[in-house]
């Protein structure tokens, strides 16, 4: 095993969380196709990104190795950035807790635009509103 290859990485911890999501949604009733069980959707997610994570793995054996960096500060912002959503959501409300995570976290990445935030953050939003009201999930919009 090669852990200094990205690529190698990448596709083992799809792996591993695909087993672990995918154990958690076997212990829930699966139903049938016709009838959904609670763990139905959630253990196809989980064969879906298994799936996915055994092909990235036989694909790092076939192409050139991707090595394998770490960038701790990159790692500190995206932790603070769900951090912070989740204590902007508990004391303020999710919607400034999404804006908190997009406009934080985007400052792991290469290049930042506010303009692109803005846009993401208004489909995070779009996408929170659709589960409340479309799928009755009690979420703390505002």
Known sequence: MNFSNRNF???????VFAL???G???RYPLGTFARFGPGLFPLLISGCLLLIGLI?????RLVAPVPLDYNFKNILIILVSLCGFVIVSHFLNMLLGIVFLVFCSTLAGTSYSWVRNVKIS????AVAFAFKHLLGL???IL
Not at 9 to 15: D, N, P
Not at 56 to 60: E, F
Not at 122 to 125: F, K, M
């Open 20 to 22: 672990v999501f995918g």
């Open 24 to 26: 958690a949604a076997a």
């Open 138 to 140: 009690s979420l703390p």
């Open 9 to 15: 990485v990448r596709g083992l911890f799809l792996i």
């Open 56 to 60: 990235t793995v036989l694909r790092s």
């Open 122 to 125: 208004l489909g995070l939003i």
